[in-house]
């Protein structure tokens, strides 16, 4: 089993939808990532979480450290926030030099 | 803003060839780590480098070796490319806690 696991691995939203991204991970971390990923290939950390919930533009991350789960929502979603979304945990056993765990990402599309 | 910079976008190379993928990073970042991207596994690390001179085995090392003469470069050497080591791979560096990535390097081993 994945340390960790992202739901759905796809998705297709219509522009202006509400869309949910989940991240769960099962080791102890000390931060969790929400990186997104444009074709082409560059990655821009979105963000880093350690607790309750942060808020950029039209973009929130939330994390619940008890159950071991995360989202991404985006509401008022459009084109260019097509992407693949990567959930990444930084595990507090091998933490010490911020190496990460990925998720396998999730390839968003969202139509005009 | 801190950027990372890879030295190649596309890169071809011939089986048996040795390869050197460069990364630089301009904000003195301690920690670098080189990746490799495959579809349907995700990212997984190769090697990363916590100081100058000083690297550790990520989970999949075999076919490959770094180096990291300077803080601000850390380099993956293939050193006979293989057509198993076709991929996308990514160079990040760590500050705090925060991770930039570069832009990646799409090698392609025929």
């Known amino acids: 089993k994945n340390e960790v696991e992202q739901s759905p691995q796809n998705l297709t939203a219509q522009e202006g939808e509400f869309i949910t991204i989940n991240c769960s991970y099962s080791v102890g971390i000390s931060a969790l990532h929400w990186l997104q990923q444009h074709p082409g290939g560059g990655i821009v950390s979105l963000f880093m979480l350690s607790s309750g919930k942060k808020k950029h533009g039209r973009l929130i991350a939330t994390i619940n450290i008890q159950e071991k789960h995360s989202s991404l929502h985006i509401t008022a979603s459009h084109p260019r926030d097509s992407a693949v979304y990567i959930c990444a945990v930084r595990s507090e056993g091998r933490g010490s030099q911020g190496n990460l765990i990925f998720g396998k990402g999730t390839k968003l599309s969202v139509k005009p | 803003d801190v950027k990372v910079t890879q030295s190649s976008r596309y890169l071809v190379k011939r089986t048996g060839e040795k390869v050197f993928l460069e990364c630089v990073q301009d904000?003195?970042?301690?920690?670098m780590f080189w990746y490799r991207q495959d579809p349907g596994l995700g990212l997984r690390l190769i090697y990363f480098s916590y100081d100058v001179k000083m690297k550790e085995k990520g989970d999949i090392p075999e076919g490959y070796s770094v180096s990291r003469e300077k803080k601000e470069r850390f380099s993956l050497i293939l050193e006979s490319a293989s057509t198993n080591q076709t991929s996308m791979y990514l160079c990040?560096?760590?500050?705090?806690?925060?991770?930039?990535f570069g832009q990646g390097t799409r090698l392609t081993v025929v």
């Open positions: 990040a560096s760590t500050l705090q806690g925060r991770a930039f």
């Open positions: 904000m003195d970042h301690e920690n």
